[in-house]
């Protein structure tokens, strides 16, 4: 069920340009160093290791793509790439889903 | 990843996960048991007071809890508790023996939302397990693995503690796994409970860990270690994991009557941290216990340190020393360097387990009377 939403994401090359959300089966619990996300459906674990991952993250779904929402939370351009790789990293681990 | 394990071993606002035996009540008697169940405790929590945990649990956002025993299946309120657990989004895994999983019991666990089964088994074979498990036990527990593959549960893990005599048969217990939809779980044989006695007879040989490291290298994607060998890294290659004690950092253990230790293999005054009973309940134990509070400061490499593969194995596992009579801060009994051998060999103390649960003799349990 849940390998039908990767052929939604996989295809598209530019995730900076993607409307994306929490999946709503993942919590999130911060944590001193970012925070814990846990995805009830597969079990997994996942660690966001960075406080502003967690701002971006969370505001994801206020804002029309990735883009916009770094924007919003005061990312400077430079490290777009970073996030751009850390997002794709919590796309591959059902984290965050395309809306 | 150095500075989110630095993060974790200063302790988390909460647990990653908890393993919470729910009674030590169980109709086996394995020689390695780490609660050294068999009886019930009188104390052991109500059905109310386990609800209170669980709503704890809650909102201090623990995501799941494995659930254990002694046999959790044998308490009447077993599924009332796992039901209120996952109903307020706290998933649950369970180890079990099996004894209590026919073909309905595997239709209604099919049936149920954030939870998971391990089935326990200590070797490929019915005389291998059998020897550590008890007469029967093996047919039990393939009976309910078959019971709960043929309800379509979904993969339910087998959880196998690794022998002298079943380190050999990883590829016959992977297989095994395979052939039932399940996934293969190995964790590490630990001087607890009645292991305290049966550990120096069945745990690997060095000449053993090495394959064993060499096989969970090949084999880490498949299969689950609840990253228990991380001595084993010590040998070159880093298993994958986070490579640290969890002990009252990122884990803990509640045990039936509601103590918390600092982790499943350590029920012994020593590391007790406090009990969900008391003021506060388990989440001011958690934040605010003296003991936690040592197991998440910085902790010394002691006979170690001049060992270049400390960074690697970090001194190992602290129950593993405790229940053999070696000192914390030295290395672990099955230290791959050797040099746990030469301290076994010096010990003349070694510290009892706390409480002994143990039945005077195993019960024989039929299906269906309870």
């Given at each position: 069920?849940?390998?039908?939403?990767?052929?939604?994401i996989?295809?598209?090359?530019?995730?900076?340009?993607s409307?994306l959300g929490?999946?709503p089966?993942?919590?999130?619990?911060?944590?001193p160093f970012?925070?814990l996300?846990?995805?009830?459906?597969n079990?997994?674990l996942v660690?966001?290791?960075?406080?502003?991952i967690?701002?971006?993250v969370?505001s994801?779904?206020?804002?029309?793509d990735?883009?916009?929402a770094?924007?919003?939370?005061?990312?400077?351009?430079?490290?777009?790439?970073?996030?751009?790789?850390a997002?794709t990293?919590?796309?591959?681990?059902?984290v965050v889903?395309a809306? | 990843?150095?500075?989110?394990?630095?993060?974790m071993k200063?302790?988390l606002d909460a647990p990653i996960c908890?393993?919470?035996?729910?009674?030590?009540?169980c109709n086996?008697a394995?020689?390695?048991?780490l609660s050294?169940s068999g009886?019930?405790?009188?104390?052991?929590?109500?059905?109310?007071?386990?609800?209170?945990?669980i709503?704890?649990l809650r909102s201090?956002?623990?995501?799941?809890?494995?659930?254990?025993?002694g046999?959790p299946?044998?308490?009447?309120?077993?599924?009332?508790?796992?039901?209120?657990?996952?109903?307020?989004?706290?998933?649950?895994?369970?180890s079990?023996?099996?004894?209590?999983?026919?073909?309905?019991?595997?239709?209604?666990?099919?049936?149920?939302?954030?939870?998971?089964?391990?089935?326990?088994i200590?070797?490929?074979d019915e005389v291998?397990?059998d020897?550590?498990r008890?007469?029967?036990?093996?047919?039990t527990?393939?009976r309910?693995?078959?019971?709960?593959?043929?309800?379509?549960?979904?993969?339910?893990?087998?959880?196998?503690?690794?022998?002298?005599?079943?380190?050999?048969?990883?590829d016959d217990?992977?297989?095994?796994?395979?052939?039932?939809g399940?996934?293969?779980?190995?964790?590490?044989?630990?001087?607890?409970?009645?292991?305290?006695d049966?550990?120096?007879?069945?745990?690997?040989?060095?000449?053993q860990?090495?394959d064993?490291?060499r096989?969970?290298?090949?084999?880490g994607e498949?299969v689950?270690t609840g990253?228990?060998?991380?001595?084993?890294?010590?040998?070159?290659?880093s298993?994958?994991?986070?490579?640290?004690?969890?002990?009252g950092?990122?884990?803990?253990?509640?045990?039936?009557?509601?103590d918390?230790?600092?982790?499943?293999?350590v029920i012994h005054?020593?590391?007790?941290?406090?009990n969900?009973?008391?003021?506060?309940g388990?989440t001011?134990?958690?934040?605010?216990s003296?003991?936690?509070?040592?197991?998440r400061g910085?902790?010394?490499a002691?006979?170690?340190?001049s060992?270049?593969?400390?960074?690697?194995?970090q001194?190992g596992?602290?129950?593993?020393k405790f229940?053999?009579?070696?000192?914390?801060d030295?290395?672990?009994?099955?230290?791959?360097?050797g040099?746990g051998?030469?301290a076994?060999?010096?010990?003349?103390s070694v510290?009892?387990p706390?409480a002994?649960?143990?039945?005077?003799?195993?019960?024989?349990?039929?299906?269906?009377?309870?």
């Amino acid at each position: 069920m849940r390998r039908l939403l990767t052929p939604l994401i996989a295809p598209d090359p530019d995730v900076l340009d993607s409307p994306l959300g929490l999946h709503p089966s993942v919590a999130l619990r911060p944590e001193p160093f970012g925070a814990l996300a846990y995805h009830y459906d597969n079990r997994r674990l996942v660690f966001l290791k960075h406080p502003s991952i967690v701002d971006v993250v969370r505001s994801l779904s206020d804002h029309p793509d990735l883009r916009t929402a770094l924007e919003a939370n005061g990312i400077a351009s430079e490290q777009w790439d970073a996030y751009d790789r850390a997002i794709t990293s919590l796309i591959e681990s059902e984290v965050v889903i395309a809306r | 990843m150095t500075r989110l394990v630095e993060q974790m071993k200063s302790g988390l606002d909460a647990p990653i996960c908890i393993t919470w035996e729910l009674t030590y009540a169980c109709n086996l008697a394995c020689v390695h048991c780490l609660s050294s169940s068999g009886r019930r405790d009188p104390r052991e929590l109500s059905t109310a007071e386990a609800f209170g945990v669980i709503d704890e649990l809650r909102s201090m956002q623990v995501f799941y809890v494995n659930i254990g025993g002694g046999e959790p299946m044998i308490r009447r309120d077993f599924f009332d508790i796992v039901d209120y657990a996952t109903g307020s989004g706290v998933g649950v895994k369970f180890s079990t023996n099996g004894t209590f999983i026919d073909a309905a019991r595997a239709k209604q666990l099919a049936s149920m939302e954030y939870l998971d089964i391990q089935i326990s088994i200590d070797g490929a074979d019915e005389v291998t397990n059998d020897r550590v498990r008890g007469a029967g036990s093996f047919a039990t527990a393939r009976r309910a693995m078959e019971h709960l593959a043929a309800a379509d549960f979904g993969e339910f893990k087998i959880s196998v503690v690794i022998t002298r005599d079943n380190v050999t048969q990883l590829d016959d217990l992977l297989a095994l796994a395979d052939g039932l939809g399940a996934q293969l779980r190995l964790t590490r044989l630990r001087p607890s409970g009645r292991g305290t006695d049966t550990w120096h007879e069945l745990h690997p040989t060095l000449d053993q860990q090495r394959d064993l490291h060499r096989w969970l290298l090949a084999h880490g994607e498949r299969v689950l270690t609840g990253d228990s060998f991380f001595h084993l890294n010590a040998l070159g290659e880093s298993l994958p994991g986070l490579n640290m004690c969890g002990a009252g950092r990122v884990v803990c253990l509640i045990d039936p009557v509601g103590d918390v230790y600092a982790c499943p293999f350590v029920i012994h005054d020593e590391f007790l941290a406090g009990n969900v009973r008391d003021e506060g309940g388990f989440t001011r134990v958690w934040r605010s216990s003296d003991l936690f509070a040592d197991l998440r400061g910085p902790q010394s490499a002691g006979a170690c340190a001049s060992c270049g593969a400390w960074d690697a194995c970090q001194g190992g596992c602290m129950a593993a020393k405790f229940f053999t009579g070696l000192p914390l801060d030295g290395p672990d009994p099955e230290c791959v360097g050797g040099d746990g051998e030469d301290a076994l060999a010096a010990v003349t103390s070694v510290p009892r387990p706390s409480a002994d649960h143990s039945s005077p003799q195993p019960v024989q349990v039929v299906l269906g009377q309870r």
